[in-house]
């Protein structure tokens, strides 16, 4: 038996120093070429060959397209193990069995959430070939997991430690998990309590409504009745409990409010080569391992490359020999709450459309490691799942989501994606996709698009879906629009396309007809890619590398403008910020001076804007483009002298955050630099147990520091408003980048941090992180002699004997 984890090497390693510098010598790596055969593999229909390149990118040449996603789904298996599992459990519902009773109610929330219908006829649903190749994935999946049961020693070190198994998979489980509460629930809820409290118009300052828009309250709905509780298992379902002890809740909000991502596209006639490019940046929490697994899948009909993820077939984002794709987070209103009035005597009788209806309920077990299992009753009302009860108050809550609906799947969407061939295909493919996405377009004859697409809901006349409704019927969907109803552009005039997650409905648009959504990102880093592509007449990949890592800030200098007059004491710190080119690099001693004064804004702005008594409900921050403009006008809200109160606030501010810089640095000034604040430090989830902090080795630490903040194109986010972390270390932002040569596709180069494996024992754990630091995108090999060519080892997959 081979052990074929990760690069199939056994080096412990004692830390990441070691690690990443054996992963980035190229002649040690071509010195230890490898040859690996897997036999025996159930459901695989011939041999397979995985050539795998310095970084432990697999290269996979089947002889059929299923084969190929076989592949696909064991070497995910084989890299990414624990993650795959962990997602897969809780998905399912089937955490609570492993890790005790804190999840059952995690797992009674994901079950909730599960498909009801028929999962077979939804698989049937799709074409052929995808059906083929989905079964294949899971396949490929349940064929690693067999070896492992024949040789448990090659377990990844959570399962020994923990003590149990990774579960089998079935391809229904690809239909029936669907749950991706990714909408606007939370701010539901705020706005109705800030409505019972007669704050409503102060949510524009958190989450200003583009297109503007009034909010008002759906006739009939208590705002006063309205808390927190109502969102139930929904609000867990969300905010999940952690393994560890370090995750909590203000990290989990922060990290959803600003993933993200950059993508755009620029047509041949505005580029050097005369060719498309294709850039994408998905922005999301960092983390061990990351968020992305790249492959390359080539048979017969399918040659695809990019970045996917643990349990999806397929490739996310990329290219195949035709058509590039990328994707950022478009905004749509995808779930909403309605409150529900119940029977006084029957708890589990709700009224609507005139007459009192019995909910269905669901009974299922649950079982938690070292107690008994619990039984658990699901409860479902018309709207859809019932995620809390109160008999006492005679109310309860129930959910519709669009990623519920029969016809919509999260997770086989990148297998028709991968196969498109033109821009018909390639959004044909997109019908089915739930969750709210910019997917931005290349093709090899020069064309370039762009379309959003996800769930639309079709939303009764009087609700926008921005505070909870009834739920007696007057306000319940009518259903789904369809993918025309979203807006697209198809070779824009301009010659580019781009899209960072801000407000992009075109001009005459009928927003407030299809209610697609009010809640948008600023604008900050759409504007500054749009500023850079503007001006170039002809971009080549190196200029889009360059602004992938473009750390200027248009908001810094916009506030440093504003700085009046300060006193004495301050001259010299004014002065750096004064002359200060606005660009928050790691080394810059302004750039942090800015970010901790900026921080000291963001607080002093809140407390000014903010009731005491409504804090609890709007945590802040207030929306920086909010902040900017009201800095720039300050009005009643500052006081009889708003200028001056201003003025007052920035020189204090300024003076906090020099105590703060001369605390945490020292009184040299020249010793300020951001990335001595802005550090990264990657932990296993599990690291607060001795077992795993010993056989994971830290990534990264105090001296591992990165330049940019959330408003620049390259995004590196913080929480300053985190009670329980330093507050600049960078929490999140790019760790997957790639830009696409579209024709010319060797050209094409990307970047995966930290690294493609799980695996502690793997040089592929961490091996990005010096390369990823430093901005050096890498070769996306494509071309079948260049692959061959960057190879490093060989792993040949055989089939098992035929039944």
Same mark, same amino acid.
């Given at each position: 038996?081979?052990?074929?984890?990760?690069?199939?090497?056994?080096?412990?390693?004692?830390?990441?120093?070691?690690?990443?510098?054996?992963?980035?010598?190229?002649?040690?790596?071509?010195?230890?070429?490898?040859?690996?055969?897997?036999?025996?593999?159930?459901?695989?229909?011939?041999?397979?060959?995985?050539?795998?390149?310095?970084?432990?990118?697999?290269?996979?040449?089947?002889?059929?397209?299923?084969?190929?996603?076989?592949?696909?789904?064991?070497?995910?298996?084989?890299?990414?193990?624990?993650?795959?599992?962990?997602?897969?459990?809780?998905?399912?519902?089937?955490?609570?069995?492993?890790?005790?009773?804190?999840?059952?109610?995690?797992?009674?929330?994901?079950?909730?959430?599960?498909?009801?219908?028929?999962?077979?006829?939804?698989?049937?649903?799709?074409?052929?070939?995808?059906?083929?190749?989905?079964?294949?994935?899971?396949?490929?999946?349940?064929?690693?997991?067999?070896?492992?049961?024949?040789?448990?020693?090659?377990?990844?070190?959570?399962?020994?430690?923990?003590?149990?198994?990774?579960?089998?998979?079935?391809?229904?489980?690809?239909?029936?998990?669907?749950?991706?509460?990714?909408?606007?629930?939370?701010?539901?809820?705020?706005?109705?309590?800030?409505?019972?409290?007669?704050?409503?118009?102060?949510?524009?300052?958190?989450?200003?409504?583009?297109?503007?828009?009034?909010?008002?309250?759906?006739?009939?709905?208590?705002?006063?009745?309205?808390?927190?509780?109502?969102?139930?298992?929904?609000?867990?379902?969300?905010?999940?409990?952690?393994?560890?002890?370090?995750?909590?809740?203000?990290?989990?909000?922060?990290?959803?409010?600003?993933?993200?991502?950059?993508?755009?596209?620029?047509?041949?006639?505005?580029?050097?080569?005369?060719?498309?490019?294709?850039?994408?940046?998905?922005?999301?929490?960092?983390?061990?391992?990351?968020?992305?697994?790249?492959?390359?899948?080539?048979?017969?009909?399918?040659?695809?490359?990019?970045?996917?993820?643990?349990?999806?077939?397929?490739?996310?984002?990329?290219?195949?020999?035709?058509?590039?794709?990328?994707?950022?987070?478009?905004?749509?209103?995808?779930?909403?709450?309605?409150?529900?009035?119940?029977?006084?005597?029957?708890?589990?009788?709700?009224?609507?459309?005139?007459?009192?209806?019995?909910?269905?309920?669901?009974?299922?077990?649950?079982?938690?490691?070292?107690?008994?299992?619990?039984?658990?009753?699901?409860?479902?009302?018309?709207?859809?799942?019932?995620?809390?009860?109160?008999?006492?108050?005679?109310?309860?809550?129930?959910?519709?989501?669009?990623?519920?609906?029969?016809?919509?799947?999260?997770?086989?969407?990148?297998?028709?994606?991968?196969?498109?061939?033109?821009?018909?295909?390639?959004?044909?493919?997109?019908?089915?996709?739930?969750?709210?996405?910019?997917?931005?377009?290349?093709?090899?004859?020069?064309?370039?698009?762009?379309?959003?697409?996800?769930?639309?809901?079709?939303?009764?006349?009087?609700?926008?879906?921005?505070?909870?409704?009834?739920?007696?019927?007057?306000?319940?969907?009518?259903?789904?629009?369809?993918?025309?109803?979203?807006?697209?552009?198809?070779?824009?005039?301009?010659?580019?396309?781009?899209?960072?997650?801000?407000?992009?409905?075109?001009?005459?648009?009928?927003?407030?007809?299809?209610?697609?959504?009010?809640?948008?990102?600023?604008?900050?880093?759409?504007?500054?890619?749009?500023?850079?592509?503007?001006?170039?007449?002809?971009?080549?990949?190196?200029?889009?590398?360059?602004?992938?890592?473009?750390?200027?800030?248009?908001?810094?200098?916009?506030?440093?403008?504003?700085?009046?007059?300060? +006193?004495? =004491?301050? @001259?010299?710190?004014? !002065?750096? $910020? #004064?002359?200060?080119?606005? *660009?928050?690099?790691?080394?810059?001693? &302004?750039?942090?001076?800015?970010?901790?004064?900026?921080?000291?804004?963001?607080?002093?702005?809140?407390?000014?804007?903010?009731?005491?008594?409504?804090?609890?409900?709007?945590?802040? +921050?207030? =929306?920086? @483009?909010?902040?900017? !403009?009201? $800095? #720039?006008?300050?009005?009643? *809200?500052?006081?009889?002298?708003?200028? &001056?109160?201003?003025?007052?606030?920035?020189?204090?501010?300024?003076?906090?955050?020099?105590?703060?810089?001369?605390?945490?640095?020292?009184?040299?000034?020249?010793?300020?630099?951001?990335?001595?604040?802005?550090?990264?430090?990657?932990?296993?989830?599990?690291?607060?147990?001795?077992?795993?902090?010993?056989?994971?080795?830290?990534?990264?630490?105090?001296?591992?520091?990165?330049?940019?903040?959330?408003?620049?194109?390259?995004?590196?986010?913080?929480?300053?408003?985190?009670?329980?972390?330093?507050?600049?270390?960078?929490?999140?932002?790019?760790?997957?980048?790639?830009?696409?040569?579209?024709?010319?596709?060797?050209?094409?180069?990307?970047?995966?941090?930290?690294?493609?494996?799980?695996?502690?024992?793997?040089?592929?754990?961490?091996?990005?992180?010096?390369?990823?630091?430093?901005?050096?995108?890498?070769?996306?090999?494509?071309?079948?002699?260049?692959?061959?060519?960057?190879?490093?080892?060989?792993?040949?997959?055989?089939?098992?004997?035929?039944?």
């Amino acid at each position: 038996m081979h052990d074929i984890r990760c690069g199939r090497r056994h080096l412990l390693l004692g830390g990441a120093a070691s690690l990443i510098g054996l992963a980035t010598t190229p002649a040690i790596a071509r010195a230890k070429r490898s040859r690996t055969v897997v036999d025996g593999l159930a459901g695989l229909g011939a041999p397979v060959e995985v050539l795998e390149d310095r970084w432990g990118v697999p290269h996979v040449r089947a002889a059929s397209i299923p084969d190929a996603f076989f592949a696909n789904g064991f070497l995910v298996a084989r890299d990414r193990l624990w993650e795959l599992d962990f997602g897969h459990r809780q998905s399912l519902g089937r955490l609570a069995e492993v890790f005790g009773a804190d999840f059952v109610e995690s797992d009674t929330a994901s079950r909730l959430f599960l498909f009801r219908g028929d999962a077979a006829a939804e698989l049937a649903r799709f074409s052929p070939q995808v059906q083929d190749c989905a079964r294949a994935y899971v396949a490929g999946i349940n064929a690693y997991l067999a070896r492992l049961r024949a040789d448990p020693d090659l377990l990844p070190p959570e399962f020994r430690i923990f003590d149990y198994k990774p579960l089998d998979w079935d391809v229904l489980d690809l239909i029936r998990i669907r749950a991706e509460a990714t909408g606007n629930t939370e701010a539901e809820i705020r706005r109705a309590r800030l409505a019972a409290q007669g704050g409503l118009a102060l949510d524009g300052l958190v989450i200003p409504l583009q297109p503007a828009h009034d909010l008002s309250v759906p006739n009939g709905l208590d705002v006063h009745a309205v808390s927190e509780k109502d969102l139930g298992l929904f609000g867990v379902l969300q905010n999940p409990p952690s393994l560890s002890r370090a995750a909590l809740p203000d990290d989990t909000r922060h990290r959803r409010m600003n993933s993200g991502s950059n993508a755009w596209v620029i047509a041949p006639s505005r580029t050097a080569t005369r060719r498309p490019i294709l850039a994408n940046d998905p922005h999301l929490g960092f983390g061990i391992p990351g968020p992305r697994y790249v492959i390359h899948l080539s048979a017969p009909g399918l040659d695809v490359i990019g970045g996917g993820t643990a349990g999806m077939p397929g490739v996310m984002q990329g290219h195949n020999g035709h058509i590039a794709f990328g994707r950022t987070n478009f905004h749509i209103d995808q779930e909403d709450l309605f409150i529900l009035r119940t029977h006084p005597a029957h708890p589990d009788r709700y009224f609507h459309d005139g007459a009192w209806k019995s909910m269905e309920t669901l009974h299922t077990r649950i079982a938690v490691r070292g107690e008994a299992d619990r039984d658990v009753t699901l409860r479902y009302a018309a709207q859809g799942p019932v995620v809390s009860t109160d008999p006492a108050r005679h109310r309860a809550t129930a959910v519709s989501a669009t990623w519920l609906y029969p016809g919509a799947n999260g997770l086989l969407v990148n297998i028709g994606l991968n196969l498109a061939h033109d821009w018909d295909t390639f959004r044909e493919a997109l019908r089915v996709h739930t969750s709210p996405t910019n997917f931005t377009y290349a093709d090899t004859t020069g064309n370039i698009g762009w379309q959003a697409a996800g769930g639309l809901p079709s939303r009764a006349d009087g609700h926008d879906g921005l505070l909870p409704a009834p739920g007696d019927g007057r306000y319940d969907w009518k259903g789904l629009q369809p993918l025309e109803m979203l807006p697209s552009t198809f070779n824009p005039a301009r010659g580019w396309f781009g899209t960072s997650n801000e407000m992009n409905l075109p001009p005459g648009y009928p927003a407030q007809e299809r209610r697609v959504s009010f809640e948008w990102r600023d604008a900050f880093r759409y504007n500054r890619v749009a500023e850079v592509l503007q001006a170039l007449p002809r971009a080549s990949v190196a200029d889009c590398v360059a602004l992938q890592h473009d750390t200027f800030s248009r908001l810094a200098l916009d506030v440093v403008g504003l700085l009046p007059a300060v +006193p004495t =004491d301050l @001259a010299q710190e004014a !002065a750096m $910020l #004064r002359g200060w080119n606005g *660009r928050v690099e790691a080394d810059s001693p &302004a750039a942090a001076l800015y970010e901790v004064w900026w921080t000291h804004l963001e607080r002093a702005l809140y407390a000014l804007l903010i009731p005491a008594h409504l804090r609890d409900i709007l945590p802040g +921050p207030i =929306d920086a @483009a909010v902040q900017l !403009a009201l $800095l #720039r006008t300050p009005d009643a *809200r500052f006081g009889t002298a708003p200028v &001056a109160v201003r003025d007052t606030m920035m020189v204090d501010a300024l003076r906090q955050a020099v105590a703060e810089l001369r605390q945490r640095l020292g009184p040299v000034r020249a010793a300020w630099r951001w990335g001595a604040l802005h550090t990264i430090t990657l932990h296993h989830p599990l690291a607060h147990i001795p077992d795993i902090s010993t056989q994971f080795p830290q990534i990264g630490g105090a001296t591992t520091g990165t330049g940019g903040d959330s408003y620049t194109v390259m995004a590196r986010w913080y929480n300053p408003l985190s009670k329980h972390h330093a507050p600049y270390v960078a929490t999140g932002g790019a760790s997957y980048l790639m830009v696409c040569d579209v024709g010319a596709w060797d050209n094409s180069v990307f970047l995966n941090f930290p690294g493609q494996c799980g695996d502690p024992h793997s040089p592929h754990y961490a091996d990005f992180m010096p390369v990823w630091l430093k901005g050096q995108m890498q070769p996306l090999t494509f071309s079948a002699h260049r692959v061959r060519a960057a190879a490093v080892g060989r792993v040949t997959l055989q089939p098992g004997e035929k039944s």
